[in-house]
DNA sequence: TAACCAGCCGTCTTA
DNA sequence: CGGCTGGTTA
């Protein structure tokens, strides 16, 4: 590579780097060996990403050489993007995209060295929660009445265990102690799953690390031409890795050492899926010599609100100490707004929005953010009846409804016809065949040389076995057509309306409309499996391709990350909301909800709203007071303009005293029996009887009867 | 014995 | 809206 002095990177228009601050620029040109950016919120790490690439490509770097991992793909092809309008076009040429999709991109060559075939398929959380349910059937476990976890906790389990070394007792006695009864089970089905998946080619998104790992660590000619290929690493959001990917980055840069990490520990928000920020404190010990760079200076807001947010992340137990500066002057103290209830809440936040939509602030420049996807459902509601056009971020997504994942189930068998979470699907769709028909089915192509002509030839004699000799005949001659993508979706489509009519009595026509959009996303995509894997890896979203014009954006938090907008409104600020409740009881879990406070607070440039109802809609316990958030409570009041609705809407009743009164400690009368209940560790529950003003005898559905004192079990009323 | 259907329950975040 | 349950049907 040519070795031009760093500080003559040529621009045509002088110093391109001009307008950094000495901790960017000092980022921006340490180019080689291993360096680490501590980088506060809004402190412009993208802005020093996209000017180190920038550098790199100046002195001649070829472009190829350069891998920028970042959070989403979209977030690399923003950063290039930049960074081409900074250099040139070269930099349209560098590497990037997520760890996943690395990962993808190299096991489709070396997938073999792992023990797979080339053409895996990708499980997703539905497809591993069927594949799951199946097994424990098989197993004997999990039955009805059993005391069986539920397959998300299950999931959850063997996600943990695989990425701590296989240990299911292990991960069950540090984090799930009370189903440590059902260790035995778990375990044997952990180990079907596990061979499962590796008989039939299947991987769920820990695998695609986890296998990219092994072939790295067994194969040192692998990470070899890794090292030789990619010379220079750069990782974005590096908080939110976990401990495969560290030992991913440390492998691929073998024989140099040029890896640039950057992340902000007090936004990490993702140790649910198994991230550790603590990966970041052990950076330096996996690059000895490393050089670390702290960005505290922020471009994003403006003081008031900065006051604001550092006041909350004071409360963190565990930092790294960083106090953010503000470099814009101005602004005004973020605004709390204590709503009746839901309704006032939503109508607040259209108002607001009009009014300053009037004064010319785009709506794409604002946002409501909100910790779970059906937090917004009221506010949408009350968008549409005001005609105030908006795009959802996160929630459920195009690609989890059921019709697409017909649709593509088909293609997936294309794919890899031994594909038993494919099968099962597509097989289900026959009128009459169930569970057990599939099954039956699957049984016999698991030996076939070719399954489709086995299914052709199906010599069943139940009522349904014309139609899966159909089915057989319709795949082999799909498979055999050699058409291109769109076209063989087109063809899928045509064969699965009558299903798609049948299954969806109601709206199949809204369903047909999303499956039209899928095969206009199909062009994008050289063939079908790197449309399968996008699609479960980077899950294009709808509003994209259509959404034209000018749109507010709604977006759950963990969404919104990395983003910015200059007013955001955070909504459902209040116990019960946020922090979610199932951290409840978990200190570490708590931290986290108050990070994600963060997180959501310091996406906004100028104006932030924060809004709490005074009344909430539990389910089954109707409306009722509920507190604000623990965590705005803790922000001093003086560093918040408080307001509260101008006058009462009629019919609904104010609290008089402080909502903290109004709920007091729920005794027993708030649990009859009867009544569903939710304990932190027990789990879901029924009341059985109340034994005295403090107790109650409880049974749970996972681990039986208990005799619960109120003044310290942490109990919480599900509807029923 | 397996499939189907109606009704009920509860909803976290995600590559 | 989707998953689960329990009763009904072929």
């Not at 058409?483 to 969806?504: G, H, K, S």
């Not at 749109?551 to 955070?570: D, M, N, Q």
């Not at 316990?621 to 918040?640: N, Q, V």
Request: proline share 7%; hydrophobic share 40%.
């Amino acid at each position: 590579m040519s070795r031009h002095p760093s500080t003559t990177a040529a621009s045509p228009a002088g110093d391109p780097d001009a307008g950094l601050n000495p901790q960017q620029r000092e980022a921006v040109e340490t180019l080689d060996g291993p360096v680490l950016v501590i980088a506060g919120a809004g402190s412009g790490k993208t802005r020093t990403l996209v000017h180190r690439v920038a550098r790199l490509v100046a002195r001649g770097t070829e472009p190829e050489a350069i891998l920028l991992l970042t959070f989403t793909r979209k977030a690399a092809s923003a950063m290039l993007e930049r960074a081409a309008r900074l250099v040139g076009p070269a930099c349209a040429r560098v590497a990037g995209g997520t760890f996943h999709a690395f990962a993808h991109r190299m096991l489709r060559v070396h997938a073999p060295l792992a023990g797979y075939p080339v053409s895996f398929t990708i499980l997703d959380r539905a497809d591993t929660a069927g594949l799951l349910r199946q097994l424990a059937g098989e197993l004997g476990l999990g039955g009805s009445g059993s005391r069986f976890p539920k397959k998300a906790t299950v999931a959850a389990i063997f996600s943990r265990a695989a990425n701590t070394g296989g240990d299911v007792t292990a991960v069950l006695e540090r984090d799930w102690p009370h189903l440590l009864a059902e260790a035995e089970g778990l375990r044997r089905l952990y180990e079907a799953y596990t061979a499962y998946k590796r008989a039939h080619g299947l991987m769920d998104y820990d695998d695609l690390l986890l296998r990219w790992c092994d072939v790295l660590e067994a194969h040192p000619e692998v990470r070899e031409a890794m090292g030789r290929r990619f010379r220079y690493l750069m990782v974005d959001e590096y908080q939110d890795t976990n401990a495969v990917q560290a030992r991913i980055l440390r492998l691929v840069a073998c024989g140099h050492d040029n890896v640039m990490a950057v992340g902000d520990d007090a936004q990490s928000i993702y140790a649910f899926r198994g991230a550790n920020f603590r990966n970041i404190l052990d950076f330096p010990k996996l690059f000895p010599g490393t050089r670390i760079v702290k960005l505290e200076r922020n471009y994003r807001t403006t003081q008031p609100n900065l006051d604001c947010t550092n006041a909350i992340i004071a409360h963190a137990r565990e930092k790294f100490t960083k106090h953010l500066v503000a470099d814009r002057p101005g602004g005004r103290r973020p605004v709390c707004f204590t709503a009746l209830d839901e309704l006032d809440q939503a109508r607040f936040v259209a108002d607001r929005v009009a009014s300053y939509h009037a004064r010319g602030v785009a709506l794409a420049e604002m946002a409501v953010l909100f910790r779970a996807g059906f937090h917004s459902f009221q506010l949408e509601a009350e968008l549409n009846t005001r005609g105030i056009p908006f795009t959802k971020r996160g929630g459920l997504r195009l690609v989890e409804a059921a019709h697409i994942k017909d649709v593509l189930g088909v293609l997936r068998l294309l794919v890899n016809p031994y594909d038993r979470v494919a099968w099962n699907r597509v097989l289900q769709l026959l009128p009459g065949v169930g569970p057990k028909g599939a099954d039956r089915v699957f049984a016999a192509v698991v030996g076939a040389p070719d399954p489709f002509a086995l299914l052709e030839e199906w010599p069943g004699r139940a009522r349904w076995t014309p139609q899966v000799r159909r089915l057989g005949a319709y795949l082999r001659r799909l498979q055999g057509a050699d058409l291109a993508l769109p076209a063989v979706l087109e063809r899928i489509e045509a064969w699965y309306r009558p299903y798609l009519e049948r299954r969806f009595l109601e709206d199949h026509p809204r369903r047909s409309q999303d499956l039209a959009q899928l095969r206009g996303m199909a062009g994008r995509y050289e063939d079908a499996v790197t449309l399968l894997a996008e699609v479960a890896l980077d899950p294009p979203e709808p509003d994209e391709s259509a959404g034209e014009g000018d749109r507010l954006v709604l977006s759950t938090i963990h969404s919104a990350k990395g983003l910015e907008w200059r007013v955001v409104f955070v909504i459902h600020l209040a116990e019960g909301r946020f922090p979610a409740p199932s951290a409840e009881g978990r200190p570490e879990d708590l931290e986290e909800e108050r990070r994600l406070f963060y997180v959501a607070t310091t996406r906004a440039r100028d104006d932030l709203y924060l809004c709490r109802p005074a009344m909430l809609n539990f389910s089954g316990a109707g409306l009722l007071p509920a507190r604000p958030s623990r965590f705005l409570e803790e922000i001093p009041a003086d560093l918040l303009e408080q307001v509260a609705p101008a006058s009462p809407r009629a019919g609904v009743a104010v609290p008089a005293a402080a909502p903290r009164e109004a709920a007091p400690p729920p005794g027993t009368g708030a649990f009859p029996p009867g009544a569903r209940v939710r304990h932190t560790i027990f789990g879901p529950g029924r009341v059985l009887e109340v034994l005295g003003p403090e107790k109650l005898r409880v049974h749970f559905d996972v681990s039986g009867e208990k005799v619960l004192n109120l003044q310290y079990a942490r109990l919480q009323r599900l509807g029923g």
